[in-house]
């Protein structure tokens, strides 16, 4: 076992009241992440508290023990955190108005799976070969003699099935399926995750895709294209934003596609922005040009412009990278 891994074990046996928290705009790798890291360490007695930086998607309220998830009044805390475990987050601005737990822990670890992550840890477990953090926390547990029960085999398989594109993207090794093996040897109801996961959009959702859909554009021989979500097309479908779940995975998968990109205004000057790449272009590279980042295939950042605005940007910034990349079509 590396110093890292049996450093985090000691420091981990020896903390009594853990934090352990996730980016905003949760995901299904930073939810299943957070909740398996807690149950795991429950199951050796330890009081852990999973902070809720964000509202949870409705699409992962049926995870076990959700409910640990919850608001705590961090700034009230008198003493500061002991330990804090930080998961599947590239940066502490990831946090979101929590970003201060970090330096009122006296202890953090970062364990992520992010190429841009900032190592602000005192141990950072950063792993860009993984597909998911969840997989970081299976090997974790594994190492810490903690048995991966039905539970935590279905909070890791939500995480690594959510960020894989169920099993499909290039991040996917070989390590992935063998710990799958196990997830689905521990009991899991694969088919019901899978149902719940992938099989259960509501109509009000539906009809958010519609609209975006009729708002597509494409540039560069339709190799680049661009759907919008704005507030009053939520409105109208009687949808929240994380309704837009699917819908950039819809666009880059158009055949000639290789980045697709979805811009949600979340208010009026301020949009986040998800890009998603098929075979060659490093989008994290053209999100940290807006002081985002996240993975090659993968990657988003907010710019505080009108939708339009934002739009033209990206693009040009898209355009850009285009010639950077090598291409091999
Ligand atoms: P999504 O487009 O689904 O919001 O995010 C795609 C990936 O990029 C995820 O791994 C996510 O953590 C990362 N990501 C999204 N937005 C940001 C951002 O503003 N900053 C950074 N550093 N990463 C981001
Ligand atoms: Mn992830």
């Not at 398996?36 to 309220?61: C, F, H, Q």
């Not at 602000?120 to 594994?142: C, K, M, P, R, Y």
Request: charged content about 25%; overall charge negative; some cysteine.
């Amino acid at each position: 076992m590396n110093n890292t891994i049996s450093e985090l074990i000691k420091k981990i046996s020896t903390a009594n009241n853990i934090y352990i928290a996730s980016h905003v705009n949760p995901d299904g790798d930073s939810i299943g992440s957070i909740l398996a890291m807690a149950l795991g360490l429950r199951k050796i007695n330890k009081n852990v508290n999973i902070i809720k930086t964000d509202e949870i998607p409705s699409d992962y309220l049926f995870l076990p023990n959700i409910h640990m998830i919850r608001t705590y009044d961090i700034d009230e805390e008198k003493d500061p955190i002991d330990l804090l475990v930080v998961l599947d987050c590239g940066d502490i601005d990831r946090l979101g108005k929590f970003k201060s737990i970090v330096s009122n822990s006296k202890f953090v670890i970062n364990i992520d799976h992010h190429i841009s992550n900032s190592g602000f840890g005192d141990i950072n477990i950063v792993d860009e070969q993984s597909a998911a953090t969840g997989e970081l926390v299976f090997d974790l547990l594994v190492g810490m003699g903690i048995q991966i029960d039905k539970e935590i085999a279905t909070c890791l398989y939500t995480a690594i099935s959510t960020d894989t594109g169920s099993f499909s993207y290039d991040n996917v090794t070989s390590r992935t399926h063998e710990i799958v093996v196990s997830l689905i040897n521990a009991g899991i109801d694969k088919s019901d995750i899978n149902i719940r996961l992938y099989q259960s959009r509501s109509i009000e959702r539906t009809n958010l895709f519609i609209s975006s859909f009729s708002t597509l554009k494409t540039y560069n021989d339709n190799k680049i294209a661009t759907v919008k979500v704005t507030q009053d097309m939520l409105k109208k479908a009687n949808a929240k934003m994380e309704d837009t779940e699917g819908i950039i995975s819809f666009i880059r998968d158009i055949k000639p596609v290789e980045v697709a990109c979805l811009l949600k205004e979340n208010k009026e000057k301020e949009i986040k922005i998800s890009l998603r790449s098929k075979r060659f272009v490093d989008v994290s590279k053209i999100c940290s040009a807006f002081n985002g980042g996240g993975h090659k295939r993968a990657s988003g950042c907010t710019i505080n412009e009108s939708i339009n605005d934002a739009e033209r940007l990206i693009v040009e910034q898209i355009i850009k990278m285009w010639w950077l990349c090598e291409w091999r079509y």
